[in-house]
């Protein structure tokens, strides 16, 4: 079975400072997608960044950018120039397949964003 | 274009009694899926539903069943609540097919039903 591991609970940046948040899975499949999805005090998941294993280039999403790392397993999120908006929980997720949206989404414990003024 | 609809929002139940949670999924979406998240944990994939069947299945017991209606809309029912049971319950909608057949990766959450169970 596949798992998700963010190994920082917490984390806290200066606003306009970059931070980085960590993300490990393990899986056998050569095929996949991870996601980063940010969850804000409104409970709702909003997707940040994807990332499909098949494509060696790092996806980038204006302020937000991902580190892939494919044989180390590991697919980290950084965030520049800080936001008071970013605040939030912040998950990493694991979908298989090569399907749409028939495969279930593995999610992390998520950590916790604090953006201080 | 309307996102996803949760209702109710909060939800507060006793020990042993039987609750049920609606789900309408995103415009040009025909599947849902349903999450629990635990406070301070991140979703557990409960099940899916497409085609009004049950498709695929998390570690959950059977108190946990639903329901897909002819409209994609969902319903989540919980039998023999426990006070375990107390969580953020999440609907995500998606679009079955294949990628690059007109099927995006993208999973659109609601806002979640809030279930404290006492």
């Known amino acids: 079975a596949q798992t998700v591991t963010q190994s920082q609970p917490e984390m806290s940046v200066q606003e306009a400072e970059t931070v980085t948040l960590s993300c490990t899975y393990d899986?056998?499949?050569?095929?996949?997608?991870l996601f980063w999805y940010k969850q804000p005090p409104s409970r709702q998941m909003i997707l940040v960044i994807r990332?499909?294993?098949?494509?060696?280039q790092n996806a980038t999403e204006n302020r937000f950018s991902v580190n892939f790392q494919k044989a180390a397993k590991s697919f980290s999120l950084k965030i520049s120039d800080s936001q008071l908006g970013d605040a939030a929980m912040y998950f990493c997720?694991?979908?298989?397949?090569?399907?749409?949206?028939?495969?279930?989404?593995?999610f992390g414990k998520g950590t916790k964003l604090t953006v201080n003024p | 274009d309307a996102g996803v609809t949760q209702s109710p929002t909060h939800l507060i139940k006793t020990r042993g009694q039987q609750v049920t949670l609606r789900c309408s999924p995103k415009?040009?979406?025909?599947?849902v899926s349903w999450y629990q998240q635990a406070l301070g944990q991140g979703p557990q994939f409960i099940f899916q539903?497409?085609?009004?069947?049950?498709?695929q299945r998390g570690n959950f017991p059977d108190r946990f069943s639903g329901h897909q209606f002819p409209n994609y809309s969902s319903e989540l029912n919980v039998n023999a609540l426990l006070l375990g049971d107390s969580a953020l319950y999440l609907c995500?909608?998606?679009?079955?097919?294949?990628?690059?057949?007109?099927?995006?990766?993208?999973?659109?959450f609601g806002s979640g039903t809030r279930l404290t169970v006492v």
């Open positions: 995500a909608s998606s679009f079955y097919g294949v990628v690059g057949q007109g099927a995006d990766y993208g999973y659109t």
């Open positions: 899986t056998s499949e050569s095929d996949y997608y």
């Open positions: 990332q499909e294993a098949y494509k060696q």
């Open positions: 997720a694991y979908r298989g397949g090569t399907q749409g949206g028939s495969e279930k989404l593995v």
């Open positions: 415009s040009g979406h025909d599947t």
């Open positions: 539903y497409y085609e009004e069947e049950e498709r």
